[in-house]
């Protein structure tokens, strides 16, 4: 089911939403709507996380997948080419959103049903109504510009 668009999150912006997540060596991280792979080869590449990625749209996940096959990521990082709904996020530690406020109010139940006690949820731009968030960062991208601006929210399952 397509819930957002394609929108690919700055590279310094995931660097601080991973930072923010305390993401560590080891721990299982997945991104929801993955696009161009860029966060879960960040994730994997400069946190030594495990890395898994959904996306619904084939020409993302195959951009993705050369991605991960020039860095050499290939037994750190999978994508998986379906639907978020469909992915089992039990074993997550750290979920990555950059989807929007109606598509993390369709995602929120799914969230809550199946991931475990302490897994962290970072979310760029967008919050999750009904939920309040740890931490809430307004990111400046660029501080010579002092913008454009980013709200990250960090969530951690009770």
């Avoid at 993302?60 to 991605?67: D, F, G, P, R």
């Avoid at 020039?70 to 978020?84: A, M, S, T, Y």
Wanted: aromatic share 10%; glycine share 6%.
């Amino acid at each position: 089911m397509f819930i957002a668009p394609f929108v690919a999150t700055p590279m310094p912006v995931v660097r601080r939403m991973l930072e923010l997540a305390e993401l560590k060596p080891g721990e299982t991280f997945y991104d929801l709507g993955s696009g161009d792979g860029r966060t879960v080869i960040m994730a994997a590449r400069d946190f030594g996380a495990h890395a898994i990625g959904i996306e619904l749209r084939e020409d993302l996940v195959k951009k993705a997948l050369n991605s991960i096959q020039e860095f050499g990521l290939q037994n750190r990082v999978k994508i998986f080419h379906g639907d978020i709904f469909d992915a089992n996020l039990s074993q997550a530690d750290v979920v990555f959103l950059y989807l929007t406020t109606s598509a993390n109010e369709k995602v929120k139940p799914k969230l809550e049903a199946e991931l475990k006690p302490g897994a962290r949820i970072v979310s760029h731009d967008y919050e999750i109504v009904g939920w309040r968030p740890i931490k809430v960062d307004n990111f400046c991208e660029n501080p010579k510009l002092g913008y454009p601006s980013h709200t990250i929210y960090l969530y951690k399952k009770k």
